[in-house]
């Protein structure tokens, strides 16, 4: 179940400004320049008690602190398989051998 | 700490040795900081399980490519099982390799930018070698939306208990590393060290052995899925130390012409997030380009031949491997299989190719995830002929297998692209150096710059003079 509210020691995602637009290279696209560069990393949270939007810190998995603005707790997983994409199931069907092409039969 | 104390600490290599101090460096003494020997390097990656990994023969797309051959053409396909590596990728071998370095010098952890299976790759071996790992990793748009392949990967990466660090779009995903590198103190696992294209050889020397003892022979080609430049330069390198020097070297990359690797909007719109000419192009070219001071990933030093094939084509592919294969891979190794297969039309009957890799597949990182990505980001994904594609806007699956039609590319181009990049700046003495007679000091650098540049291209000195002299007229 999705919550707002995490306690010390639970695992959460933080995410922090790395630049802001200003602050970003130069020479990049106009569409990526006039967007600040993002940052999230997850970590056990060592503030007390938290809420979802509080500026809080955490040690990552490699014990490191880093401080930025708590976005989920308990962060899942929840990539797949995606939706059914018939025309890869058609692209398959039209790689079909033959009977005699089949391995043991043909060479 | 400047830029280039941090990389040498982070790296255990003073590259300042291996420059000439005008444009040549030399790449062999860089390479010998791995060691020469494969076999050395393949005892490294079996303490740790990497390496030694399947061969198949895929005999049914063999048979479909000779039915849509002409007669007496069809070269037997084969493809080198990577996906059978610990992490799930040839990855493995590079960080091997890497990671045994950081742990011999002492440091306490690994650090890489990546959004590929190289990830995973440092960590799984970070985890076996009891060291900390932080993977970098361009990973969401603007909306936070993430492409499914990396979030699988950064999901791997966690499994094998490293810290992911993940980002928007944007080129400054470097300023970003180098802070974490001075932060940590890490070792830099870049993939263009010395130890991570030595770690592709054994491959190539895997790849030329198990040919021979299924065939009696060295393999006509091997196809190679570029990107990077290592796995071509490894592969090549490796396969020239086993003695197979007459195997053509082919490198395949998906075509996203036309789409800009630092573009917010763009980035969703492309299905593959490595193996294709955002980098395949720009690395070759500009090699040195990368995380390091001079990259060991040197493609045009080894390519024949580079060919393109659209996102569609390698779809396809994945999906007939998987049907007539029985093997579940990639999809994003698979792009040079999709090359191999329309090759090996070209190619006699009795005539063998090597696709050099495979990949794991799973959520996310699966050709019907990726698909229904893109069509959830408006991208139109139809059967047809796939050179109608458009990358960022269409994806076009082959209706029948003999439309996978890979493009040639013109390498002369990339090795003439490749020249005018390593001269720049330099152009005002090289014109000097041009005219004769030249002092003993400036002969010297004259020779020592053409041996380079037809080093770096495969190519003689009649090709570089030729390019050098058109590159120079056409600034003056």
């Known amino acids: 179940m999705k919550t707002n509210h995490a306690k010390q020691g639970d695992w959460v995602r933080v995410v922090r400004t790395a630049l802001t637009p200003e602050e970003r290279a130069p020479g990049i696209p106009e569409e990526t320049a006039c967007t600040p560069l993002m940052l999230w990393v997850k970590g056990a949270l060592l503030t007390e008690t938290a809420a979802v939007g509080d500026e809080v810190e955490v040690e990552t998995a490699t014990g490191r602190r880093v401080r930025g603005k708590l976005e989920t707790v308990a962060p899942a997983w929840r990539h797949d398989f995606g939706a059914y994409v018939p025309e890869l199931r058609a692209a398959g069907q039209a790689f079909a051998l033959r009977e005699p092409e089949r391995t043991g039969s043909g060479s | ?476």
């Open chain 2, 1 to 476: 700490m400047d830029r280039n104390a941090l990389m040498m600490r982070s790296v255990g290599i003073e590259y300042a040795r291996f420059e000439s101090g005008f444009v040549a460096f030399d790449y062999d003494a860089l390479m010998r900081e791995a060691g020469d020997d494969p076999r050395a390097v393949a005892d490294v990656q079996r303490e740790t399980g990497v390496g030694d990994t399947p061969l198949l023969e895929l005999r049914n797309l063999t048979a479909l490519a000779r039915r849509l051959a002409p007669p007496g053409k069809g070269a037997r396909l084969f493809i080198k099982d990577e996906a059978a590596n610990p992490s799930g990728s040839f990855k493995a071998r590079r960080a091997a390799v890497s990671v045994k370095k950081a742990k011999e010098l002492g440091f306490s952890g690994v650090i890489a930018a990546t959004s590929g299976n190289y990830g995973a790759a440092v960590a799984s071996q970070a985890a076996m070698r009891g060291l900390r790992c932080i993977v970098v990793q361009e990973c969401f748009d603007s909306r936070g939306i993430g492409q499914p392949e990396i979030i699988e990967k950064a999901r791997a990466c966690e499994a094998y208990g490293a810290e992911v660090v993940q980002l928007t779009v944007g080129p400054e995903l470097f300023t970003v590393f180098l802070s974490l590198i001075e932060e940590t103190g890490y070792f830099n696992a870049s993939l263009y060290t010395p130890f991570s294209v030595a770690g592709i050889e054994t491959l190539g020397l895997e790849v030329a052995e198990q040919m021979r003892a299924r065939t009696g022979r060295f393999p006509d080609m091997t196809v190679i899925t570029h990107a990077g430049g290592g796995n071509v330069t490894g592969t090549a390198r490796g396969l020239i130390k086993a003695g197979a020097t007459d195997t053509a070297v082919v490198g395949a990359s998906v075509n996203l012409q036309g789409l800009h690797m630092a573009s917010d909007r763009d980035f969703n719109r492309k299905s593959f997030t490595t193996g294709h000419t955002g980098f395949g192009v720009p690395f070759a070219v500009m090699p040195d380009r990368s995380d390091v001071p001079r990259s060991a990933a040197r493609p045009l030093r080894y390519l024949d031949r580079y060919v393109t094939v659209a996102q569609g084509e390698v779809f396809a592919m994945t999906e007939a491997l998987a049907r007539l294969e029985g093997l579940e891979r990639g999809p994003a190794g698979n792009t040079a299989l999709a090359a191999a297969f329309a090759l090996a039309r070209e190619l006699d009957a009795d005539r063998t190719i090597v696709v050099q890799e495979s990949e794991y597949t799973g959520a996310g990182k699966h050709a019907q995830a990726q698909l229904a990505f893109a069509r959830e980001n408006g991208i139109e994904v139809r059967l047809g002929d796939p050179r109608e594609e458009v990358p960022g806007q269409s994806i076009v699956l082959p209706a029948t297998p003999e439309l996978i039609a890979p493009r040639e590319q013109d390498i002369d181009k990339l090795r003439r692209s490749r020249i005018r990049h390593a001269v720049k700046g330099r152009e005002p003495e090289l014109r000097r150096l041009l005219r004769e007679p030249r002092d003993a000091r400036d002969e010297q650098r004259w020779r020592e710059t053409l041996a380079f540049l037809g080093e770096e291209t495969k190519r003689d000195a009649a090709f570089v003079l030729e390019t050098l002299t058109q590159t120079l007229a056409q600034q003056a």
